[in-house]
């Protein structure tokens, strides 16, 4: 034993960091500390806590395009992963392809050297175009590439100080056991000498392949390919984790390129008859079908597996580590079936739902929203049990502060508000969809409309706000929306009796499944990859969570903002008692608010005045911290702390207060250090404001008014799905307008565009024609 562990730390260059050299002599009783082996994760999520994986890696994952030599760039990406994966203290190991086509690179080049010499002695110059190359047989193709192969990983793991070792392997080595029990014995050992074994068939001595017959059962999987190689060995090693990577996104319900194939998020042993099996891939000799059933296989034995591409440019240089961390990449396969649907069935039914829900007429879409404010008053004391449960359950974990308690918190009151802003909704409903928005007669009987349609399928992340499901919904039903609601955990219990109530309303007119509650473990992140289900995100919380789901969200557009830093400008010519009312109610009417004041702007000449006394003294009287911007600092001697950073929303009963010189300056201070949130001018010189109105573009710019006032419900909207400050669609509060697009709808008469050119009959018209006009006047008019 220890003249084994000598020989593998010879290997180990002179210049190894310590940490490895007291890895690689550690105390061999030291095993893996991940969950005891014998069945798999049931949940994504649990991937985290693989501490044995092994990585198989395709031939199409290795090779090149031509199928002659390695693709370099990827086997670096996936190494490093490996390596980064084994440095957190997990244990690896990798099954390769590739001996095969590095080998028909290597024996190629010497084939087309060696008939080059020969034609250059015999006819006395070289004649390279009669050549011709002949049949390469694969074992010895193998038998030439293994060595390269090895020698190449061997470079590349240690650019990250991590050893290495080669094991070959045949069938035989699994069917003898002698030879069974050597193999545990040799892999057990380097992974406790933090050795990372790259394993692979011996392809120069094993049989031509037979069709896969016999995986069948635990004991008995033949190794005819890395698939079943790295199946067998997974279960043979305990392993947590097998990540099989290969040229495709994971398994399909049918062929991937055709029209109905969906990739499969999730496997699980009963589903095998739901699929139809394409071509395998264009090197190699397994399939999608040799993968899934060595899969299965390895999966009865105890062992999670992922399929996934390791081809992919834009994934493969976090693949592996993504599906460590519980993302949702490939397929991952599961032997337990979870109670509720999956977040693509539920996202598919909304927008088959959604789409009954827009071709309703308006009365019956305002009737279902006016029935779901009755249920709100109705059903109250079940809604206010549910919200206590949660309240309870948030102040024994002891984990939320106060704002967010206040905002889990439901009342009556709450309840009460919410009933009238969802009949405000319910009125808007009756011209939303389908409203005409201009109408033109491009020529004679050829006339063209721009009419208000639904977006489609909106997905609204909320946290502790269980107050946000009606809102949410009541607009949604009035565009048209479908829509899917993922809240926060702690207010699961008044999610769940909310959304039971709103889709009780949606019965009456046979759209129940419109609005989607995702109560699955699917992250937020996952989420935001279904790009080709969901339409819009809109999230509805911090700032930290608006901003990572702007991240995460790769190719869906997000509406919200990431920050509320709200300023306040109180210029030389403000009224002492608006000032007092708008500042008091700017920061401390609901401070946690993403309309709360933030930052404090006085005019220079206001200092050392009553008034800025007033200010001072409310704002301490409501119990205030103020942080001294730098200019405000300067003029005094004992200044309150000085501000860590001018682009700070605290969210609390905190504010910055600054100074500055002028209107303009104020201008020029909110453009470098606002977030195009809410901002205001408290001044009697109307033409002071209107500069500042005119020359500001945040999304809210008010005028003698408190920033509280960007708010859908004060607006008139009824309510709001959120606060905008983007620069396209809506802007500011969004209510029904900003969850409508638009399309064009085109009658003719025949018409051809031939009809318009220089040889044609028929000239543009291009009239503008009032929208209130019925079209069926404008016809007969002509």
Not at 104 to 131: C, P, T, Y
Not at 349 to 356: I, L, M, Q
Not at 645 to 651: A, L
Not at 744 to 765: I, N, P
């Amino acid at each position: 034993m220890l003249l084994r562990r000598l020989t593998l730390c010879s290997r180990i260059p002179l210049d190894y960091p310590r940490h490895v050299c007291r890895l690689l002599t550690r105390p061999l009783t030291q095993v893996s500390q991940g969950r005891a082996h014998g069945s798999s994760f049931a949940h994504r999520g649990e991937l985290r806590r693989a501490k044995r994986i092994v990585v198989k890696l395709g031939s199409a994952v290795v090779t090149r395009g031509d199928e002659c030599g390695l693709a370099l760039g990827r086997l670096a990406s996936i190494v490093e992963q490996v390596a980064m994966l084994q440095n957190q203290d997990r244990e690896m190991m990798i099954v390769t392809s590739g001996a095969v086509a590095f080998g028909k690179q290597r024996l190629r080049h010497e084939i087309l050297l060696s008939q080059s010499v020969r034609q250059a002695l015999h006819s006395g110059h070289n004649q390279l175009k009669d050549m011709s190359m002949p049949v390469l047989e694969a074992r010895a193709c193998a038998a030439a590439g293994q060595s390269g192969l090895m020698a190449l990983y061997e470079a590349m793991f240690t650019q990250y100080s991590t050893c290495t070792a080669q094991v070959l392997v045949t069938n035989l080595d699994f069917h003898d056991d002698q030879k069974r029990q050597n193999l545990n014995s040799t892999l057990q050992e380097l992974l406790r000498m933090n050795i990372v074994p790259i394993i692979n068939t011996n392809d120069a001595v094993v049989p031509p392949p037979e069709p896969n017959s016999d995986l069948l059962g635990v004991n008995v999987i033949s190794i005819k390919d890395n698939d079943s190689l790295a199946a067998r060995l997974a279960v043979e090693m305990k392993a947590d984790l097998l990540i099989a990577l290969s040229d495709v996104e994971g398994l399909y319900n049918s062929p991937p390129g055709t029209d109905d194939a969906k990739l499969i998020d999730i496997f699980y042993p009963g589903d095998q008859q739901s699929i139809t099996y394409g071509t395998k891939s264009r090197v190699g000799i397994g399939g999608m079908e040799a993968k899934v059933k060595a899969a299965l296989w390895a999966l009865q034995g105890g062992t999670s597996v992922v399929i996934a591409n390791g081809t992919h440019p834009k994934v493969t240089g976090h693949v592996i580590t993504d599906i460590v961390e519980g993302k949702k990449v490939g397929t991952f396969f599961s032997e337990i079936k979870p109670a509720g649907p999956t977040v693509e069935h539920q996202t598919e039914v909304a927008r088959n739902s959604g789409r009954t829900l827009a071709s309703l007429h308006p009365d019956q879409r305002s009737e279902i929203i006016c029935h779901l404010a009755e249920l709100l008053t109705e059903r109250k004391e079940e809604i206010l049990a549910a919200n206590k449960m949660d309240i309870d359950l948030a102040v024994n974990a002891g984990h939320l502060p106060p704002a967010m308690l206040k905002r889990l918190s439901l009342s009556p009151a709450k309840l009460n508000n919410l009933a009238i802003g969802l009949r405000q909704i319910a009125v808007a409903a009756q011209d939303s969809v389908g409203r005409v928005l201009r109408r033109t007669r491009v020529a004679h009987n050829l006339e063209l409309e721009q009419i208000a349609v639904p977006i489609g399928v909106l997905l609204v992340i909320f946290e502790a706000r269980p107050d946000c499901l009606p809102q949410v919904s009541a607009l949604a039903i009035a565009s048209g929306n479908a829509l899917l609601l993922k809240g926060g955990k702690e207010a699961a219990n008044t999610n769940r009796v909310l959304h039971q109530l709103t889709q009780e309303a949606l019965s009456m007119h046979g759209v129940r499944e419109a609005v989607q509650l995702v109560s699955t473990r699917e992250e937020v992140e996952d989420l935001c990859r279904l790009d080709k289900m969901i339409d819009l995100i809109i999230p509805r919380g911090s700032s930290q969570l608006v901003r990572n789901i702007q991240r995460a969200a790769k190719g869906i557009p997000v509406l919200g903002h990431s920050e509320g830093i709200c300023h306040v400008y109180v210029d030389a010519e403000a009224s002492v008692d608006k000032v007092i009312k708008i500042v008091r109610d700017s920061k401390c009417d609901y401070p946690a608010a993403c309309n709360a004041m933030e930052t404090l702007l006085i005019h220079r000449d206001i200092l050392r005045t009553p008034l800025f006394d007033q200010i001072i003294d409310m704002l301490r009287t409501e119990r205030v911290k103020i942080h001294a911007g730098p200019q405000f600092a300067s003029f005094l001697t004992f200044s309150p702390s000085a501000v860590k950073s001018m682009r700070t929303e605290y969210g609390d009963l905190e504010c910055c207060i600054e100074v500055v010189d002028s209107m303009q300056e104020a201008v020029d201070h909110i453009h470098k250090y606002g977030s195009s949130h809410t901002d205001v001018i408290i001044t009697e010189n109307e033409n002071t404001a209107e500069q500042f109105l005119q020359q500001l573009d945040s999304a809210c710019v008010f005028w003698n008014a408190s920033s509280r006032f960007a708010d859908g419900y004060r607006f008139g909207l009824g309510a709001e799905v959120g606060i905008s400050t983007a620069r396209i669609h809506a802007r500011g509060p969004v209510g029904l307008e900003g969850l409508l697009t638009t399309k064009w709808v085109l009658r003719g008469a025949g018409h051809t565009a031939a009809d318009f050119s220089e040889q044609g009959t028929m000239k543009y018209l291009h009239e503008n024609l009032p929208v209130e006009q019925p079209l069926a006047v404008q016809r007969d008019s002509n």
